[in-house]
C-alpha cells in the first residue's frame, strides 16, 4: 500500500529513542490540517506500538507501516 501513499509531510525521527518520534509526530498532527498525510520514520522498535495505540486514542488513521532495512515509516493521516 506504501507504493500509493504520498505523505504531505515527512518526520525523520530516525535515531531517536522513545518516546521522541511519538512527540515528533504528535507536534507534527497538531500543527496539520484535517486530512494531512504524515510520514513518521523511526528506527525507535517501540514506535511500531506506541503510535498505532496513539492514533486510536488520538482518532486518526494509521494508512500503513513500512519495514525499511534499518527503520519503520508509519503512514498517519489527520482526521480532525
Not at 501513499?5 to 529513542?17: E, F, L, Q
Not at 504524515?38 to 486510536?56: C, H, M, N
Request: net charge negative; charged share 30%; with cysteine.
Amino acid at each position: 500500500m506504501s507504493e500509493s501513499i504520498s505523505p504531505d509531510v515527512t518526520v525523520d525521527s530516525r535515531g531517536a529513542a522513545c518516546p521522541g518520534p511519538l512527540m515528533d509526530l504528535i507536534g507534527k498532527v497538531q500543527d496539520a490540517d484535517p486530512g494531512t498525510v504524515i510520514e513518521l520514520q523511526t528506527s525507535d522498535s517501540g514506535s511500531k506500538g506506541d503510535v498505532p495505540e496513539w492514533v486510536e486514542e488520538a482518532g486518526h488513521e494509521l494508512l500503513d507501516t513500512v519495514e525499511h532495512d534499518d527503520y519503520w515509516s508509519l503512514y498517519v493521516e489527520k482526521t480532525e
